[in-house]
């Protein structure tokens, strides 16, 4: 991945490095991959090696994907240089680019699998050089064993070292702690070079120290048992990095492209904005554009995750990573390769799983406390009990008797057993490879998580408060009845709705013009000096009159009386009423006319100047069939409150609100209305997850914990504004994030205080004897490790239910 920036920040936000650089001084951006940076602690000392190096002005570390990203002045160091400096913190970059700003905005971007690094290629864990020398110290701990403990008596000695005799089993055990060791304490040499306390310094410690007093069997033990624990830990780690590499792999690589009529196939970064690509049946759509030839079924699965093809024809969108089924398309490119909606998506996720949780902030804290402490105590423990007990001492607790030593090589051996306690690795990685876990499942699922916070919160939420139309409703409205006034028949009527609607953005003006144009009403006015009125209709000019179209609630505040039209009795019976006063009314309307049509869900707009109604055009919008059982089963979940806010009228959310289920609804509702209704509802109830469009509802999806965007394929604003962004028109997912999201956060729950329990139980069994420096690294190091990784990947297989 490559940039071009100006200036930039010092690592981590810090003081700029690289004083030398010019604010207005070009840098490049290298994306390198880092496969063996997969915890926190190997990112700090990345960052720590990369903020010494002169020139460097940013950088941004990815443990969970193995990937780093600097930025940096070409004119003081270059990527070899950034290499090296990664280099002496222990890990070897593979693979990596830079580019500068002089290429075309977005090309080349990681997320388009063709300019930089998303995700740490797949590693050969048990092939490497280091999965060999394992396995050679294993194979030495197995034959000094036998000979230790077994055939004793052709155990010789057959060296000595300072006096001291080394027996055949002595030197298997060194050969092992060679093998398996050395690269342990190799690690913990550039730890401490980098000032952190972390794993390899802890247990490059233990093993140096344990082979230095001749305690060869627990040196070579400890030694073997942690390589084997970090291959397993590389592996888990892998496979948790599959799932983003399965979202990288949906982005096609080349594009059959039409040029001087003939079809030439090209790297897709290669493709420009306005050239057109042929997509035969079995073929991905490279990029996303609009058909202009031929028409087919395409799986679009892999952005929206809806099951069901969609029929494309001239006209319609079509998305990068989507496949052909059936037919020949021809399609015209509207984004590079770097500015796909699946390039998009894989970036946000890349975000989503570098942001962290406040959960993942408090374990961060919470370790930097825990290390030291037990750090200390191990200390303590290897030096205090054999300067106090004398002799050794039976204590009996709870019926069972605990022999305390007085020799200094038992406490030593307890000392090295808390020194490996005291890695916080399992701890630290619980809730990163959880949220990882959770976000990929959900993207690969059509629903895009921007942030782990995000995933927490979903999973926190007592309401969800929902948009009606778009959301609970299709949002593809059509005209259902036209009630004309006085002189004006229906085609007049609907002429004047079609011209003001004309400049009108809204859902509701799109089906009053589809109706006119299939209706054949004629040529429309130009209307002049338009105006919208936010929340109740719109105004305009037509032949130098001003005529208005919106809500009854408008034409009320115009002067007119509706009461009789609008008004109907507990038993569905319009009432008799008094007209009052006005300079207009409505009686000329059917008593309960407009109460009727509210009834049936439909939506009322009037026509009119201020002093003439021309009649009422009702619009309808389809319930999504899925609307009802998705309320239900978040219910059944465990929300507390489903809520649907609405601008509509009060008939209209009424019967819409009967229809899908929910608890409470809330009509005539205007933009800031639904903000307000939406902090009633947390004064009320608590967390709330707004679900809205991402763009009339902006504001209240801002002031919720949780803002959910439907229908976001392909739109900008939705991916950028909200939270949560459901990148199909289906409601039916909204149970599955929740699902997903609560359940994440169990896993988080389980996994951390999981692996803070084995510790503390571990730690108290130390001083007794109950447990050994294989045990310590068995199930304390690499057993919670891996149950922490295998917890995690359980969220991949939560999928949508089908509602069908």
């Keep these: 991945m490559t940039d071009e920036s100006e200036g930039g920040e010092g690592c981590d936000g810090g003081d700029p490095v690289g004083d030398d650089?010019?604010?207005?001084?070009?840098?490049?951006?290298?994306?390198?991959?880092?496969?063996?940076?997969?915890?926190?602690?190997?990112?700090?000392?990345?960052?720590?090696?990369?903020?010494?190096?002169?020139?460097?002005?940013?950088?941004?570390?990815?443990?969970?994907?193995?990937?780093?990203?600097?930025?940096?002045?070409?004119?003081?160091?270059?990527?070899?240089?950034?290499?090296?400096?990664?280099?002496?913190?222990?890990?070897?970059?593979?693979?990596?680019?830079?580019?500068?700003?002089?290429?075309?905005?977005?090309?080349?971007?990681?997320?388009?699998?063709?300019?930089?690094?998303?995700?740490?290629?797949?590693?050969?864990?048990?092939?490497?050089?280091?999965?060999?020398?394992?396995w050679l110290g294993a194979a030495l701990v197995v034959a000094g064993l036998l000979f230790e403990f077994v055939l004793t008596a052709r155990n010789p000695a057959v060296a000595s070292v300072l006096g001291v005799?080394?027996?055949?089993?002595?030197?298997?055990?060194?050969?092992?702690?060679?093998?398996?060791?050395?690269?342990?304490?190799r690690g913990?040499?550039?730890?401490?070079?980098?000032?952190?306390?972390?794993?390899?310094?802890?247990?490059?410690?233990?093993?140096?120290?344990a082979t230095a007093i001749g305690y060869f069997v627990e040196a070579a033990t400890l030694a073997v048992l942690f390589s084997v624990a970090e291959l397993l830990e590389d592996y888990a780690m892998d496979r948790a990095r599959d799932s983003l590499r399965e979202l990288m792999e949906l982005s096609p690589e080349e594009a059959t492209v039409k040029r001087d009529g003939e079809?030439?196939?090209?790297?897709?970064?290669?493709?420009?904005?306005?050239?057109?690509?042929?997509?035969?049946?079995?073929?991905?759509?490279?990029?996303?554009?609009?058909?202009?030839?031929?028409?087919?079924a395409v799986d679009e699965s892999p952005i929206t995750g809806e099951s069901v093809p969609v029929d494309k024809t001239v006209g319609d969108e079509a998305f990068a990573g989507a496949i052909n089924e059936e037919g020949y398309l021809e399609i015209e490119v509207t984004s590079t390769a770097g500015d796909s909606t699946l390039a998009r998506i894989i970036e946000l996720v890349q975000g989503a799983q570098a942001e962290k949780t406040e959960t993942e902030r408090f374990v961060d804290r919470f370790a930097g406390y825990y290390t030291p402490v037990v750090v200390v105590l191990a200390i303590l423990t290897a030096a205090v009990p054999p300067l106090v007990i004398a002799e050794p001492v039976t204590v009996d607790l709870a019926g069972y008797p605990f022999v305390f030593a007085a020799d200094w090589g038992t406490w030593f051996v307890r000392g090295l057993t808390l020194l490996v306690i005291a890695c916080p690795c399992a701890f630290v990685i619980s809730t990163p490879v959880s949220v990882v876990s959770g976000i990929t499942s959900a993207a690969k699922n059509g629903v895009l998580i921007k942030g782990g916070n995000h995933l927490e919160a979903m999973g926190e939420v007592d309401a969800v408060a929902l948009d009606k139309t778009g959301t609970l409703t299709r949002g593809e409205l059509a005209v259902t009845d036209l009630l004309p006034l006085g002189d004006a028949d229906e085609a007049t009527l609907l002429r004047r709705a079609a011209t003001l609607e004309r400049r009108s953005e809204h859902p509701i003006a799109a089906a009053i013009l589809d109706r006119a144009e299939r209706d054949g009403v004629g040529d429309l006015a130009e209307p002049t000096d338009f105006e919208s009125l936010t929340g109740r209709g719109i105004r305009a000019e037509i032949d130098g009159e001003t005529y208005y179209a919106g809500k009854p609630a408008l034409f009320e505040q115009l002067g007119f009386d509706l009461s009789r039209a609008r008004v109907e009795s507990d038993g569905g019976v319009v009432t008799e009423g008094?007209?009052?006063?006005?300079?207009?009314?409505?009686?000329?309307?059917?008593?309960?006319?407009?109460?009727?049509?509210?009834?049936?869900?439909?939506?009322?707009?009037?026509?009119?100047?201020?002093?003439?109604?021309?009649?009422?055009?009702?619009?309808?919008?389809?319930?999504?069939?899925?609307?009802?059982?998705?309320v239900e089963r978040l219910r059944e979940l465990g929300v507390e409150r489903v809520v649907m806010l609405t601008g509509d009228n009060e008939g209209t959310a009424r019967a819409i609100a009967e229809r899908v289920g929910v608890d409470e609804y809330r009509a005539d509702l205007l933009p800031e209305e639904k903000v307000e209704a939406v902090r009633s509802l947390q004064a009320a109830y608590g967390e709330v997850a707004m679900v809205g469009d991402g763009i009339n509802d902006a504001p209240a999806l801002a002031a919720a914990e949780v803002g959910v965007a439907m229908g976001a394929a392909g739109t900008d604003t939705a991916l950028e504004t909200a939270d949560i962004a459901l990148m199909g028109d289906d409601v039916g997912k909204l149970p599955y994030l929740y699902a997903l999201s609560h359940t994440a956060n169990g896993v988080i729950r389980q996994n951390v205080w999981a692996?803070?329990?084995?510790?503390?139980?571990?730690?108290?069994?130390?001083?007794?004897?109950?447990?050994?420096?294989?045990?310590?690294?068995?199930?304390?190091?690499?057993?919670?490790?891996?149950?922490?990784?295998?917890?995690a990947m359980r969220l991949s297989g939560i999928e949508p239910e089908d509602y069908e």
């Design 755 to 791: 692996s803070l329990g084995v510790k503390f139980l571990l730690a108290l069994g130390v001083p007794l004897g109950l447990v050994s420096v294989a045990l310590a690294v068995v199930v304390g190091d690499m057993g919670m490790s891996l149950g922490v990784t295998a917890n």
């Design 188 to 209: 913990g040499y550039y730890s401490a070079r980098n000032r952190s306390l972390d794993i390899d310094l802890l247990m490059g410690t233990a093993i140096v120290a």
């Design 165 to 185: 005799p080394l027996t055949l089993a002595d030197v298997l055990f060194l050969g092992a702690v060679a093998a398996s060791g050395i690269p342990v304490v």
């Design 263 to 296: 079809e030439a196939t090209v790297p897709t970064d290669d493709v420009a904005v306005g050239e057109t690509v042929v997509v035969r049946p079995g073929e991905k759509v490279p990029l996303d554009g609009t058909v202009i030839g031929g028409e087919s």
């Design 21 to 134: 650089t010019d604010g207005a001084g070009r840098t490049l951006t290298a994306s390198l991959a880092v496969p063996e940076m997969d915890c926190p602690s190997c990112a700090g000392k990345v960052d720590g090696a990369l903020g010494r190096v002169d020139g460097v002005t940013e950088v941004a570390l990815n443990p969970t994907a193995g990937t780093a990203t600097v930025t940096y002045d070409p004119e003081l160091t270059d990527e070899a240089d950034v290499a090296a400096a990664i280099a002496s913190a222990g890990y070897e970059v593979t693979s990596g680019r830079s580019r500068g700003d002089d290429a075309a905005e977005g090309d080349g971007d990681a997320a388009s699998g063709a300019g930089g690094v998303a995700v740490a290629p797949p590693a050969e864990v048990w092939t490497t050089a280091r999965a060999k020398k394992t």
């Design 578 to 630: 008094d007209t009052g006063a006005g300079e207009s009314d409505g009686g000329a309307f059917t008593d309960g006319a407009l109460a009727a049509l509210e009834r049936e869900g439909k939506t009322v707009v009037l026509v009119g100047t201020a002093t003439e109604l021309t009649g009422a055009v009702a619009v309808a919008d389809e319930v999504r069939p899925d609307s009802r059982r998705a």
